[in-house]
């Protein structure tokens, strides 16, 4: 039988009319250059996604991963676990009492970083603190007005806390007596005159209270105490006394123990406390 290269041509030609109908499907084109991706991937069928094996590897490429702590000395030794004094950047907001650390912060250099490993706290409120801001400047019973310096009498640095319970103790005693006045005296204190009747006699009685007082109470949970004045006040009103306490300008203590804060984990972490949010 002689030879033929008739079936050879025929699949040259299939060959052929295969790279013909490829290129009619587009023209070609040019890719733009983007950084080699990091891990291992792969090009699955559908829609041609490029897919992350990273799931399969032994352990992540990068830490992704948010924390909330507590309080300073546990937000200080996540940073010093982790941070990394070339990229991590802590921020602290004022307005929310709140620090932030991000440990994979952008370069220095310019270079970008995924800001995906954040650690943060806010600082709590002690709840001696927070007792007594919960009363600040609200009007009370003199009953009520003892009580609560009773309740909290161990806050109380100045005078001492004998001196301020007898005063609790003679305003719960002395509930039905009628005020008659009461009047600043050179040693700092209010003098207040009562009428009260005993055994169905009329007396006339006196009792002198600071005009002012100290606490010594921490800010923050874990932080220092801070020394803060505290004014009496009171008013007379058809015999009754009305009583309150007026802290004198919280709002610097609170900026006061902030900054402490901020100073100490700047101390012991090494690192820029920046003033702001990174969002």
């Known amino acids: 039988m002689p030879y033929s290269d008739d079936n050879d041509n025929s699949k040259i030609g299939d060959v052929q009319s295969a790279i013909a109908a490829g290129a009619a499907l587009g023209d ?61 950047r802590i ?100 003098q207040f005159t009562y009428n009260e009747v005993v055994r169905g006699a009329a007396q006339k009685g006196t009792l002198d209270v600071p005009e002012q007082f100290i606490l010594g109470i921490p800010i923050h949970v874990g932080g220092p105490a801070y020394r803060i004045p505290v004014r009496f006040r009171w008013r007379l009103h058809e015999g009754k006394a009305v009583f309150w306490y007026e802290i004198v300008r919280p709002h610097r203590f609170v900026e006061d123990a902030l900054k402490e804060i901020r100073e100490r984990i700047a101390q012991a972490t090494g690192l820029d406390v920046l003033a702001g949010v990174a969002k």
């Open 28 to 88: 070609p084109r040019t890719l733009p250059e983007t950084p080699a991706p990091t891990g291992f991937y792969t090009v699955v069928p559908e829609d041609y996604k490029i897919e992350s094996l990273e799931q399969f590897m032994s352990s992540p490429l990068r830490i992704e991963q948010t924390v909330e702590l507590h309080d300073a000395a546990s937000f200080i030794e996540y940073v010093d676990e982790f941070g990394n004094p070339e990229v991590s």
């Open 91 to 190: 921020f602290f907001d004022q307005e929310h009492e709140r620090f932030e650390v991000i440990i994979d912060y952008h370069g220095g250099n310019g270079a970008p970083g995924w800001c995906e490993h954040v650690a943060g706290f806010v600082a709590r409120r002690s709840e001696e603190f927070k007792a007594w801001m919960a009363q600040n400047k609200k009007q009370m019973t003199q009953v009520d007005f003892a009580r609560f310096l009773e309740d909290n009498l161990p806050d109380i640095v100045e005078p001492e806390g004998a001196t301020l319970l007898e005063i609790a103790l003679t305003f719960e005693a002395k509930k039905d007596v009628e005020f008659a006045s009461g009047v600043r005296l050179q040693t700092g204190q209010i």
